[in-house]
């Protein structure tokens, strides 16, 4: 769609190289990927280009080209093959946002100092965000004074050599909440 966007409106094709370049130059692999947060800034650049695109033409056509380019963009939505409509559905449901692993890891965050500097996964970093020193696991661990983590699959070879650390020593572990002390 980005591309006969591109070919009808012109402009919008001098927007699209700088954040092409900031998407796939980036050291981190779930920049290059499609189906994560980091697409959304095409969004509104794609919206108003088919906008702006469609009022240049004549008659029902803009029309037929709005309703084809919005029935094209559902249907490859809800045909990616990464679309988990059970888990997506399950943000209805209140175990979805209190259940054990989340108890197991309120508990786990408590024991961390408040002015401690924490190296942590992408699933709790939300959750200490209020920090001055908060590192995301496994690319940066800086300064930091705690690693608290939860074990996944993912990011098993990272666990197993942040283990054998002499840097680091497990401090706590609740099922699969870990909290390393330097």
Do not use: C
């Amino acid at each position: 769609a980005g591309g006969i966007v591109a070919i009808l409106n012109p402009l919008a094709a001098l927007l699209f190289p700088p954040l092409l370049s900031i998407k796939y130059l980036s050291s981190e692999t779930n920049h290059w990927l499609y189906f994560f947060q980091y697409s959304v800034e095409f969004a509104p650049i794609l919206a108003i280009s088919v906008i702006l695109a469609t009022r240049r033409l004549p008659g029902n056509l803009k029309y037929i080209i709005t309703v084809l380019f919005i029935f094209i963009n559902i249907s490859l939505s809800l045909s990616v093959p990464y679309n988990d409509w059970k888990r997506i559905t399950d943000i209805f449901k209140p175990d979805f946002y209190y259940n054990d692993r989340t108890r197991d890891l309120q508990r786990a965050i408590k024991m961390i100092p408040p002015d401690a500097a924490v190296s942590a996964d992408d699933n709790i970093v939300p959750h200490l965000a209020s920090r001055d020193k908060i590192y995301q696991f496994p690319r940066a661990i800086a300064d930091a004074e705690y690693v608290i983590i939860i074990v996944k699959d993912e990011y098993r070879g990272y666990i197993d050599d942040f283990r054998r650390s002499p840097e680091f020593n497990l401090y706590y572990k609740l099922n699969d909440v870990e909290i390393y002390k330097k």
